[in-house]
Every structure is written in C-alpha cells, then in structure tokens.
C-alpha cells in the first residue's frame, strides 16, 4: 500500500518523518493513515486501503492483492501486449 502511495505521488508516504526513528515513532502513534491522492482510481484507493489495515488479521494477503481488481487489470494489461 505504501509503495502504491509512494508510485503514485513521486515521494515518501509520511514526509514530516525525517529519519527511520521518527518515521517509526510517527506510525506506531498515529491512528491516521497517509493521505494519497484523490485523483487515483476507486479500485487503486480500495486496494491501499486494504494493504494498510492496521488490524494484521484484516489486511490482504499478498496472494489476494495479486487478483484484486486494480492489480488484476494492470497484470492482465501487460500479458496482452
């Protein structure tokens, strides 16, 4: 979810981090996700949100994110070309 975020706004999810310590300080803290942009999909928006689900028991396994439909179509994209 956060290489997805990462991809999609050309910088770190969490900015005001300045170094690994903060940044794991800053997420460990916060009941609040990173914002990404507005402007992405609903299907891309539903797979962040499913790939950072704090609750561990929740989140998407790898193997279920691979036929999400978001990623689905894009995989299924390049097999075609």
């Known amino acids: 979810g956060m290489t997805i975020i990462e991809m ?3 910088t770190h999810p969490w900015p005001a981090a300045t170094n690994k310590f903060s940044l794991m300080f800053q997420i460990a803290q916060s009941t609040d996700f ?3 942009p507005e402007t992405l999909s ?3 928006k539903d797979l962040i949100l499913k790939c950072i689900n704090r609750d561990v028991d929740k989140r998407i396994s790898a193997e279920a994110c691979l036929s999400h439909p ?3 179509r894009i ?3 390049l ?3």
């Open 8 to 10: 999609a706004t050309g």
């Open 34 to 36: 990173p914002p990404f």
């Open 42 to 44: 609903t299907d891309c």
């Open 70 to 72: 978001w990623l689905a």
């Open 75 to 77: 995989t299924t994209g």
């Open 79 to 81: 097999s075609s070309a």
